[in-house]
């Protein structure tokens, strides 16, 4: 079965740092696209980050680009998300989910998200 | 970079109503959009990839259809437990990154 735990939000204040992980399990992680995705409260979805299977490539949303940092460690099956200059605006419920295999073009599974709180 | 906007912003039905939600592009995404269930309090569920596959588990009563830049996602018979907001989803290489239209509840008239 897989699963995807997130773990690492919280309350931080306002400029500060956190990062989030995404336990992986169930599937071979190093041979799926991975992105997280947030979702402020009350509002839509908002795809924050991704990166390749293998980790060599990244990519980010305009409005992260800068501040946050995906990253992942296949031995350990594990995705991250390092946070820093956090802003109110960040405030968000934060998912993981996976690309499908063929061709990452849509998410396949979703972990069950991480609330971060940035107080201003 | 590509716009998603889904009309109607809410739909309200009845169980046993035919629901028809809409997504539109602002430029061609070819075939590949996806739809996703979100209920309150959850994570959300892919329900149709490609345009007009349906994920695993997902009743025969969701279908999605469409390409280049109009898509539509059909629930053939609501049931209780359909009720929920639906996203649609494309992904563009360049610039790289994922794209969410900004949903539709679809709420009990």
């Known amino acids: 079965e897989v699963q995807l735990l997130e773990s690492g939000g919280g309350l931080v204040q306002s400029g500060g740092s956190l990062r989030l992980s995404c336990a992986a399990s169930g599937f071979t992680f190093s041979n799926y696209v991975m992105s997280w995705v947030r979702q402020a409260p009350g509002k839509g979805l908002e795809w924050v980050s991704g990166?390749?299977?293998?980790?060599?490539?990244?990519d980010y949303a305009d409005s992260v680009e800068g501040r946050f940092t995906i990253s992942r460690d296949n031995s350990m099956n594990t995705l991250y998300l390092q946070m820093e200059s956090l802003r109110a605006e960040d405030t968000a419920l934060y998912f993981c989910a996976r690309a499908d295999i063929v061709a990452a073009n849509f998410f396949d599974y979703w972990g069950q998200g991480i609330l971060v709180t940035v107080s201003s | 970079e590509v716009v998603l906007t889904q009309s109607p912003v809410t739909l309200s039905l009845s169980p046993g109503e035919r629901a028809t939600l809409s997504c539109r592009a602002s430029q061609s995404v070819d075939g590949y959009l996806a739809w996703y269930q979100q209920k309150p309090g959850q994570a959300p569920r892919l329900v149709i990839y490609d345009a007009s596959y349906r994920g695993n588990d997902i009743p025969a009563r969701f279908s999605g259809s469409g390409s280049g830049t109009d898509f539509t996602l059909t629930i053939s018979s609501l049931e209780a437990e359909d009720f929920a907001i639906y996203y649609c989803?494309?992904?563009?290489?360049?610039?790289?990154?994922?794209?969410f239209g900004q949903g539709t509840k679809l709420e009990i008239k």
């Open positions: 989803q494309q992904r563009s290489n360049w610039p790289p990154m994922y794209t």
């Open positions: 990166i390749s299977a293998s980790g060599g490539s990244t």
